[in-house]
């Protein structure tokens, strides 16, 4: 079975502090995905990488990083957290190809206060 | 651009009951479409997908769903509902930027089971 694993399964951070999520695949899989969920929003795309060093934008950047020097470790990094980036975190990932199913992480509930 | 569209932020069934979500898409190619589940504080399951072949596709827990391109439809129906189906529901399409590959998905309906 594929397995996508994230770091915590709840965070509690400050205002202003940098915050680091992290996301580790076993499946060799090139794509990662870091996705924010919001209720009445649905799953939006924050960034994705399709290879080692490589990074894309996706809907919503604004106000996060990512990093991945592995190719199964894929981070987002928020530089200077704000209440508004409370919310859940997903990380997926998926093969290269024409099938793009995405396996996910139990998720990342952080609270910034 | 490509677009998933589910109409029905909330639904509530009594258990036993049929059960029908619906999915709309907008893709300008032959789409690739996913069904996932998350049942509350977890990750996404997938409940099925389609690629092509026979538009009726079979999955996990007793789901199917049925892909109707004129109606650029992909909904999801299970016969008898059980307590335990009781979670949110997501469609997505498969999409491509250059070679790479990412899902894009609907806001989500949240299923509710009344006993």
């Known amino acids: 079975d594929v397995k996508v694993t994230q770091s915590s399964r709840y965070l509690v951070k400050r205002t202003g502090e940098k915050v680091f999520l992290e996301c580790v695949q076993d499946?060799?899989?090139?794509?990662m995905f870091w996705y924010r969920q919001d209720p009445g929003l649905g799953l939006r795309l924050i960034y994705f990488?399709?290879?080692?060093?490589?990074?894309e934008k996706g809907d919503i950047p604004e106000g996060y990083s990512v990093s991945r020097e592995k190719k199964e470790r894929f981070s987002l990094i928020l530089e200077s957290a704000s209440t508004n980036q409370t919310s859940m975190y997903l990380c997926?990932?998926?093969?290269?190809?024409?099938?793009?199913?995405?396996?996910f992480g139990q998720g990342t509930r952080l609270t910034v206060v | 651009a490509q677009s998933v569209t589910q109409p029905d932020i909330h639904i509530t069934v009594s258990e036993g009951a049929s059960l029908e979500l619906r999915c709309n898409y907008s893709?300008?190619?032959?789409?690739?479409l996913f069904w996932y589940v998350q049942s509350p504080g977890q990750g996404l399951q997938l409940l099925l997908k389609?690629?092509?072949?026979?538009?009726l596709v079979q999955g996990i827990k007793g789901f199917e769903a049925e892909f109707k391109r004129s109606q650029s439809s992909f909904n999801l129906r299970k016969p008898s509902v059980h307590w335990s189906d009781a979670a949110e529901y997501f469609c997505?399409?498969?999409?491509?930027?250059?070679?790479?590959?990412?899902?894009?998905f609907g806001k989500g309906t949240k299923l509710s089971v009344k006993p």
């Open positions: 997926a990932s998926s093969q290269t190809g024409r099938d793009p199913e995405a396996f």
């Open positions: 389609y690629f092509s072949g026979d538009t």
């Open positions: 997505a399409v498969g999409a491509w930027g250059g070679s790479q590959g990412n899902l894009i």
């Open positions: 990488s399709y290879d080692v060093k490589m990074k």
């Open positions: 893709y300008g190619a032959t789409p690739y």
């Open positions: 499946m060799d899989h090139e794509n």
